[in-house]
């Protein structure tokens, strides 16, 4: 990055407050090799608007970023359409697999399929926009299990419908509690004909800006075409997608969290 100029200055010093909390002019000045006199400059113009933050350490001026980034930070995601911001990517994991692509989100303690691309005119089946379905009988269920937050995790199980609509559908919660660890480990989910004989689907997590489960996306199709010997090259393809739709969401990985992890998976399966 250049520094050479006020403003690519100024960027940087955020840059590193945002890394390192709050850090004195001195420390600034070494972090980012700016002279401190510039330093001290650049911060006071940075008060004036609101972005960074004065307190005093001993005899010190300690600096951090101020609540005026929020602000910002949150007019722009007020403004962002899921279904419209990642539409495209969409369409893209369809042409990548040729299979029914879909949205989903969580719905109080159900799943709602927000948007679904049938670019294909050969594939039948999967489910269409607007409708519900149960945790335990779609893909989208078990990644948003895995992916919540304990303790909404637990409210929902204890609200949810867990109907059985074949053979392989699981309905007792301690079962499906394994199944989501095993699915948080993996970073995606098999729907193994929970919902229909014959049918399966993959999904994967879409995180925000916070590292949280915003949405879910998967691929949808007959056993037939998401074979067992496809999985994992299918698996691969459906994280990158989403990876790239979390990314667009706001989400950079930190370490350590469960979306770090997912994105890691995904890096590996690609490899």
Not at 14 to 37: C, D, H, N, W, Y
Not at 202 to 227: L, Q, R, Y
Request: proline share 2%; with cysteine.
């Amino acid at each position: 990055m250049k520094r050479d100029s006020q403003l690519s200055r100024g960027l940087y010093i955020m840059e590193s407050l945002s890394v390192f909390s709050s850090l004195t002019t001195e420390q600034l000045s070494a972090e980012t090799g700016i002279p401190r006199s510039s330093v001290y400059r650049i911060l006071g113009i940075l008060e004036g608007f609101g972005y960074v933050l004065k307190s005093k350490r001993e005899l010190e001026d300690v600096w951090s970023l101020d609540l005026k980034l929020l602000t910002l930070s949150s007019r722009i995601l007020s403004r962002i359409d899921l279904k419209t911001e990642i539409r495209d990517i969409l369409v893209k994991l369809a042409d990548d697999t040729m299979e029914i692509v879909q949205l989903a989100r969580l719905q109080k303690d159900g799943i709602l399929i927000v948007d679904t691309v049938r670019k294909h005119a050969s594939i039948v089946g999967g489910a269409h926009e607007g409708t519900f379905l149960s945790i335990n009988t779609c893909v989208a269920g078990f990644v948003f299990g895995a992916f919540l937050e304990p303790e909404q995790l637990e409210s929902v199980l204890r609200t949810a419908e867990l109907p059985r609509f074949t053979q392989y559908t699981i309905t007792d919660p301690d079962e499906l509690r394994r199944e989501f660890d095993r699915v948080r480990r993996r970073g995606y989910a098999v729907d193994d004909q929970y919902n229909a004989i014959g049918h399966r689907c993959i999904g994967a997590p879409v995180f925000d800006h916070k590292g949280e489960i915003i949405a879910e996306i998967n691929i949808s199709g007959h056993m037939k075409t998401i074979s067992d010997d496809r999985i994992e090259d299918l698996a691969a393809k459906v994280m990158h997608w989403a990876a790239e739709a979390s990314q667009r969401m706001g989400y950079r990985p930190q370490i350590g969290d469960s979306a770090a992890e997912t994105s890691d998976v995904e890096s590996r399966a690609r490899s």
